[in-house]
């Protein structure tokens, strides 16, 4: 009566493909409790039972172990992420369909079966108390329904296909159709915890890149007056995703300016076609060669966004990115590239005792600072917009969202909000904007 299950936890210590799975905590609790049913004793099972049960709750089990199938690095993953369905060994192949089989059973392995096994083994031991398996907690559906996605922004590309892949992963189909439907899932949104998302950062205190599931929204039609600036990053990101040389770029401008807002409208305009964005911080640029690796080989194209980058000529960071831009013995990849914005022109904060030093080429030096800047190959600058730019900026925005106040009055209200907050950017006008809408919105605003 035990014995399926006894022979499942052998199965399970056989995955080869996806023998990373076995280390997950509630894979390991599940095999625990697998094991249990084949010993004779009862304080084992009950400890292994609710144990896994709390744990298949809280994680909301069997839709989590689909995610960790869908998200798991392993050659599989990896060659067909890199060639397709069709570019697939034999031998490989063969072993995946294999393991999948045994991932559907653990899936299917339900809280009813091991009850009325648990009960048949151990009626007579503990008969109507209240540790009788028929009292015993129960885990399917506990934690929710499967993952609705519907409720995901617009930034989560492809939610049928992942949802599909989802499914097939331990449920639908044989093992050679779910093995299809995961290789298709691969090539199209990559592996690891990386595929169904477009936006990440790095936390360099624990060397992971974590996904964004909701990146912030910026539309391209929303920065008003930066036609030239965009027009000039469109281009260079175009290059990039037709596999085109493409250079490294820095944003230069004021803050507000929209230099920030410029890098994140890409997933807009071209996240579906296989661009993503990984937010490095300025004080882990000496990761970026672990960066790098994690992301060398994928399938999609891959722009690093360092924000407002600036430096004093003391910081580590400096020469990690000095060594970054002039290459290192290490070739970077080519499906990455590095966006940068900053306040600075030239970077690095150079002073007077640069220039009257009593260093013999002290001209060499300063040179070295000033061409950091240089070494990105595209510099595109950002102006601060003058009274009519950053009037013009609050009515087209006033436009798209609707708002109905006379042109002469917006005006008035816009030149009265620069005055008194943060000067005339864009970023002002849209923190005008939003303070507008709110206020036409409630029935006690008073306009100034």
Same mark, same amino acid.
Request: aromatic share 10%; proline share 4%.
């Given at each position: 009566?035990?014995?399926?299950?006894?022979?499942?936890?052998?199965?399970?210590?056989?995955?080869?493909?996806?023998?990373?799975?076995?280390?997950?905590?509630?894979?390991?609790?599940?095999?625990?409790?697998?094991?249990?049913?084949?010993?004779?004793?009862?304080?084992?099972?009950?400890?292994?039972?609710?144990?896994?049960?709390?744990?298949?709750?809280?994680?909301?089990?069997?839709?989590?172990?689909?995610?960790?199938?869908?998200?798991?690095?392993?050659?599989?993953?990896?060659?067909?992420?890199?060639?397709?369905?069709?570019?697939?060994?034999?031998?490989?192949?063969?072993?995946?369909?294999?393991?999948?089989?045994?991932?559907r059973a653990l899936g299917a392995v339900s809280s009813g079966e091991i009850k009325a096994v648990a009960t048949r083994?151990?009626?007579?031991?503990?008969?109507?108390?209240?540790?009788?398996?028929?009292?015993?907690?129960?885990?399917?559906?506990?934690?929710?329904?499967?993952?609705?996605?519907?409720?995901?922004?617009?930034?989560?590309?492809?939610?049928?296909?992942?949802?599909?892949?989802?499914?097939?992963?331990i449920g639908k189909g044989t093992a050679e159709e779910r093995g299809a439907v995961l290789a298709d899932y691969h090539?199209?949104?990559?592996?690891?915890?990386?595929?169904?998302?477009?936006?990440?950062?790095?936390?360099?205190?624990?060397?992971? @890149? %974590? =996904?964004?599931? !909701?990146?912030? *929204?910026?539309?391209?039609?929303?920065?008003?007056?930066?036609? #030239?600036e965009l027009a000039l990053i469109a281009e260079n990101t175009k290059y990039f995703l037709a596999g085109h040389a493409?250079?490294?770029?820095?944003?230069?401008?004021?803050?507000?300016?929209?230099?920030?807002?410029?890098?994140?409208?890409?997933?807009?305009?071209?996240?579906?076609?296989?661009?993503?964005?990984?937010?490095?911080?300025?004080?882990?640029?000496?990761?970026?060669?672990?960066?790098?690796?994690?992301?060398?080989?994928?399938?999609?194209?891959?722009?690093?966004?360092?924000?407002?980058?600036?430096?004093?000529?003391?910081?580590?960071?400096?020469?990690?990115?000095?060594?970054? @831009? %002039? =290459?290192?013995? !290490?070739?970077? *990849?080519?499906?990455?590239?590095?966006?940068?914005?900053?306040? #600075?022109?030239?970077?690095?904060?150079?002073?007077?005792?640069?220039?009257?030093?009593?260093?013999?080429?002290?001209?060499?030096?300063?040179?070295?600072?000033?061409?950091?800047?240089?070494?990105?190959?595209?510099?595109?600058?950002?102006?601060?917009?003058?009274?009519?730019?950053?009037?013009?900026?609050?009515?087209?925005?006033?436009?798209?969202?609707?708002?109905?106040?006379?042109?002469?009055?917006?005006?008035?209200?816009?030149?009265?909000?620069?005055?008194?907050?943060?000067?005339?950017?864009?970023?002002?006008?849209?923190?005008?904007?939003?303070?507008?809408?709110?206020?036409?919105?409630?029935?006690?605003?008073?306009?100034?």
């Amino acid at each position: 009566m035990a014995e399926p299950f006894k022979e499942l936890s052998l199965r399970v210590t056989s995955l080869t493909v996806y023998g990373n799975v076995r280390n997950d905590e509630v894979v390991s609790a599940l095999q625990e409790l697998l094991e249990a049913i084949g010993k004779t004793e009862f304080e084992v099972l009950y400890k292994c039972y609710h144990r896994f049960c709390s744990l298949a709750v809280t994680h909301n089990w069997p839709e989590y172990f689909a995610r960790l199938i869908l998200e798991d690095e392993n050659p599989f993953s990896r060659r067909a992420a890199q060639r397709g369905r069709e570019g697939l060994n034999p031998s490989l192949w063969a072993l995946t369909v294999r393991d999948l089989e045994v991932c559907r059973a653990l899936g299917a392995v339900s809280s009813g079966e091991i009850k009325a096994v648990a009960t048949r083994l151990f009626a007579s031991e503990v008969g109507q108390s209240s540790l009788a398996p028929e009292y015993w907690p129960e885990w399917e559906r506990a934690g929710g329904d499967e993952e609705d996605l519907s409720q995901k922004g617009k930034h989560f590309w492809h939610k049928d296909v992942y949802q599909k892949a989802l499914h097939y992963a331990i449920g639908k189909g044989t093992a050679e159709e779910r093995g299809a439907v995961l290789a298709d899932y691969h090539h199209l949104l990559g592996y690891g915890v990386l595929g169904p998302y477009v936006a990440f950062r790095w936390r360099g205190e624990v060397e992971y @890149l %974590e =996904g964004i599931a !909701e990146p912030d *929204p910026v539309q391209r039609e929303q920065l008003i007056g930066l036609d #030239r600036e965009l027009a000039l990053i469109a281009e260079n990101t175009k290059y990039f995703l037709a596999g085109h040389a493409a250079n490294n770029m820095i944003l230069y401008g004021n803050r507000g300016t929209g230099k920030s807002s410029a890098v994140k409208s890409l997933l807009e305009s071209y996240g579906d076609q296989g661009l993503r964005l990984v937010e490095l911080a300025k004080g882990d640029l000496g990761d970026f060669p672990k960066v790098v690796r994690i992301l060398s080989g994928r399938p999609q194209k891959f722009i690093i966004f360092v924000d407002d980058l600036s430096f004093d000529d003391t910081e580590p960071e400096y020469k990690a990115l000095k060594t970054v @831009l %002039e =290459g290192g013995l !290490e070739a970077k *990849p080519g499906n990455v590239l590095i966006y940068a914005t900053s306040n #600075r022109r030239h970077l690095i904060r150079e002073n007077f005792s640069d220039r009257q030093g009593d260093e013999i080429h002290v001209r060499d030096t300063v040179e070295e600072k000033l061409s950091l800047a240089d070494r990105f190959g595209i510099t595109v600058t950002f102006p601060s917009p003058d009274q009519e730019g950053y009037l013009g900026i609050v009515q087209g925005l006033a436009d798209q969202r609707g708002l109905t106040v006379a042109p002469d009055e917006l005006r008035r209200l816009a030149l009265r909000w620069e005055m008194m907050h943060n000067g005339r950017s864009g970023r002002t006008a849209r923190q005008f904007i939003d303070y507008l809408e709110a206020c036409l919105a409630s029935p006690d605003c008073q306009q100034g």
